[in-house]
């Protein structure tokens, strides 16, 4: 996996609806996962809530997690998510009332099998060693040429007389 984002931030009131991050899928298609850590939570009972937008459409179900009494921190992650190149990606975050002051960790990777730039790499590294095999395979393959027959002139016989000539001359044979 290769991270596309990581910051830490102190001080966040997240008592109403807060952005984390906006960004626009740069140059390919990618797979995301989003993971929030968050500490310093006012310790109340309550949901805390995370949203990931893609072109201001939610793209999966809220991650919302259950804060028990007492408990100062969470984690909330999201579920793997396709993203296609040039989509705007925002994710959003809602926390309890009295929670004025947090700190904590948004953390975006990219979890696609390979990127782009990985496959062209691994391409370019084995081409040359593919070609040299095939060059190598072909110039071991003993070919056998199948003789033709042929037909010399409009009725002659056939040079090999296994062949029959039918319809090109008048009369039987």
Do not use: W
């Amino acid at each position: 996996m290769r991270t596309i984002y990581d910051a830490s931030f102190t001080g966040l009131d997240i008592s109403d609806t807060v952005e984390l991050l906006e960004f626009a899928v740069p140059d390919q298609n990618m797979s995301v996962i989003s993971m929030i850590s968050l500490n310093n939570l006012c310790g109340e009972v309550g949901e805390y809530d995370s949203k990931l937008y893609i072109d201001n459409h939610l793209a999966v179900p809220d991650r919302k997690v259950l804060n028990a009494s007492g408990n100062t921190s969470i984690s909330l992650q999201s579920r793997d998510i396709s993203i296609y190149q040039g989509a705007v990606v925002k994710i959003t975050l809602k926390g309890l009332v009295a929670d004025t002051n947090v700190g904590g960790r948004l953390l975006l990777l990219d979890s696609s099998v390979f990127t782009l730039q990985e496959l062209e790499s691994l391409i370019n590294e084995i081409t040359p060693q593919l070609i040299s095999q095939v060059v190598a395979a072909v110039k071991g393959i003993n070919i056998t040429v199948k003789p033709e027959t042929k037909l010399l002139g409009p009725c002659k016989e056939p040079i090999v007389p296994s062949v029959k000539v039918l319809n090109q001359c008048s009369g039987s044979r």
